[in-house]
Structures are given as C-alpha cells and as structure tokens.
C-alpha cells in the first residue's frame, strides 16, 4: 500500500527520472512560487488574518492593556490628524 505524501506547489516531487517530466515539474514549482511572491494582496491578507489573530490574543490575556493600547492609538491618530489640518490651515 502506497500512500503519497503532499508536494506544496512550489515544490518538485522526489523520483522523477524523465527529464522532459523533471523540467516540467520544476517549471510549474518556479512558476508558482512566482506567482506566490507577487501576489500582494493574498500576501496583504495573510499578514492581516495574524496581526488580528494577535491582537485577539492579547485582547484574551491582558484586556486593559488591549484597551489602554487601542486608546493611544486613537490619541496618536487624532494627534496626526489635528496636526496636518493645523498645517493646512496655516
């Protein structure tokens, strides 16, 4: 009984002995890695889903400072704010 182990996409399966099949197979693996390094937005939304699967997380384990962390946030983004309509405004 033959179980195949899963090949990621970027990858070339061990024991191809045809070279026509082998340059192939690595022509698909660098094609998707391609493809997979210039994907900005899925890259964009991965890095998403973990920074608010942190935030999450340190909402769980410390919520005051979850809470103290989000108000000077929003002091800092106000402060930004009020800072560029000041030098507008000038």
Known sequence: MSTEIPVPRTAVPLGITDP???????????????????????RVARATDRGVTAARRFH???????VAAAAGIAVAAGLVVWGFVRLYTR
């Open 60 to 66: 769980r384990e410390n919520p005051t400072g979850a």
């Open 20 to 42: 026509v099949e082998k340059a192939r197979a690595e022509l698909k693996a660098a094609l998707s890695a391609i493809e997979e390094k210039t994907n900005v937005p899925k």
